[in-house]
């Protein structure tokens, strides 16, 4: 069985501070993880995605997350957040090499402040 | 049409009637799939079609029928809808057998049932 976790709903940051959105998943297989990002009332949009090669995944918009499985995380991150980046934020996993189902996590809110 | 088009954008149904929404994508991607999206709960997958002519059931497809005559649309219908039904609805489509999995997503149907 898979599953995701986004251990916070809500995260508010300064417009250039860094970001850090938290998710820990479960898997009995290689996984393959991404996120993705959804604007108001807009559809998603793919981030960034981990498929079992380079542990450090560089993504869209200067967005990176790092694959640790000791840890069991995949933790979305950005050196300086951005007005633009006021968004909900998904961390889904699937199984590697196999079907396309995702499962999605319930999402984190980011919100910047000027 | 450039990648997936949803009709309606939003609608308002009273219960008990019969509703389709329509989806259809222009890249030729063999997988498609309909997920809703509920505060709190992030998006869960209805029913999916791996290829055209085949369809399958997802986490939550009680109350709802698709089907799959071509590969471009992938068609949802409520048969009889129920105030449960409210949701916001998002097909997505990838390339079923790709390593990565990515689905792209369209812009959502918002609904309403009263």
């Known amino acids: 069985a898979q599953s995701v976790t986004q251990l916070d709903s809500h995260v508010s940051v300064s417009e250039g501070t860094p970001v850090l959105l938290r998710c820990n998943y479960s898997?009995?297989?290689?996984?393959?993880l991404f996120w993705y990002v959804q604007h108001p009332n807009k559809g998603l949009q793919l981030l960034l995605k981990y498929t079992s090669a380079a542990t450090l995944v560089k993504g869209i918009n200067g967005f990176e997350a790092e694959f640790k499985k000791s840890e069991t995380s995949f933790h979305l991150t950005k050196p300086s957040a951005h007005m633009s980046d006021a968004a909900e934020y998904f961390c889904?996993?699937?199984?590697?090499?196999?079907?396309?189902?995702?499962?999605f996590g319930t999402g984190t809110r980011l919100q910047v402040f000027p | 049409i450039a990648g997936i088009t949803q009709a309606p954008t939003s609608q308002i149904l009273a219960a008990g009637r019969r509703m389709t929404l329509r989806c259809t994508q222009d890249?030729?991607?063999?997988?498609m799939y309909w997920y809703r999206q509920d505060l709190g709960l992030g998006l869960r997958l209805i029913h999916y079609s791996n290829t055209a002519g085949t369809t399958g059931k997802g986490e939550v497809p009680d109350g709802y029928s698709v089907s799959r005559a071509n590969t471009d649309d992938f068609p949802l219908t409520l048969a009889s809808a129920v105030p449960s039904q409210t949701s916001v609805y998002f097909c997505?489509?990838?390339?079923?057998?790709?390593?990565?999995?990515?689905?792209?997503f369209g812009p959502g149907t918002r609904l309403t049932v009263l």
């Open positions: 889904v996993v699937s199984r590697a090499y196999n079907t396309d189902k995702l499962i």
């Open positions: 997505a489509s990838s390339e079923s057998g790709r390593e990565n999995n990515e689905q792209f």
């Open positions: 890249m030729r991607h063999n997988a």
């Open positions: 898997s009995s297989y290689s996984p393959s």
